[in-house]
């Protein structure tokens, strides 16, 4: 039984940082991809960064320069540092894992990055 835990999220000031950490668990299949959505109230689900197996990433533009996504291939974990968050940074933030095979991903719970002064 596939179990995907997403931690870190938390409320801090704008300029300030947080460390996401998702662990992926209970899955024979071969991770392709790794990724970091977040959701705001009323706002549709944006993709913020992804990373593959062989290490290749992708940012979207407004954190480029900003967070940073790695991965941990032998404990199935991504991490996403952000640094220098804005207000509008403000939004649930989920882990999306796609699998090789089947062709199909896998979402976690979500937690909650709030930046406020």
């Known amino acids: 039984q596939v179990q995907v835990a997403e931690s870190g999220g938390g409320l801090v000031q704008p300029g300030g940082s947080l460390r996401l950490s998702c662990v992926v668990s209970?899955?024979?299949?071969?991770?392709?991809?790794m990724s970091w959505y977040r959701q705001a109230p009323g706002k549709q689900r944006e993709l913020v960064a992804r990373?593959?197996?062989?290490?290749?990433?992708n940012y979207a533009d407004s954190v480029k320069g900003r967070f940073t996504i790695s991965r941990d291939n032998a404990e199935n974990t991504v991490y996403l540092q952000m640094n220098s968050l804005k207000p509008e940074d403000t939004a649930v933030y989920y882990c999306?894992?796609?699998?090789?095979?089947?062709?199909?991903?896998?979402w976690g719970q979500g937690t909650q990055v709030t930046v406020s002064s």
């Open positions: 209970g899955s024979s299949f071969s991770i392709y991809r």
């Open positions: 999306n894992v796609r699998w090789v095979l089947p062709a199909d991903g896998t």
């Open positions: 990373i593959t197996r062989d290490g290749n990433t």
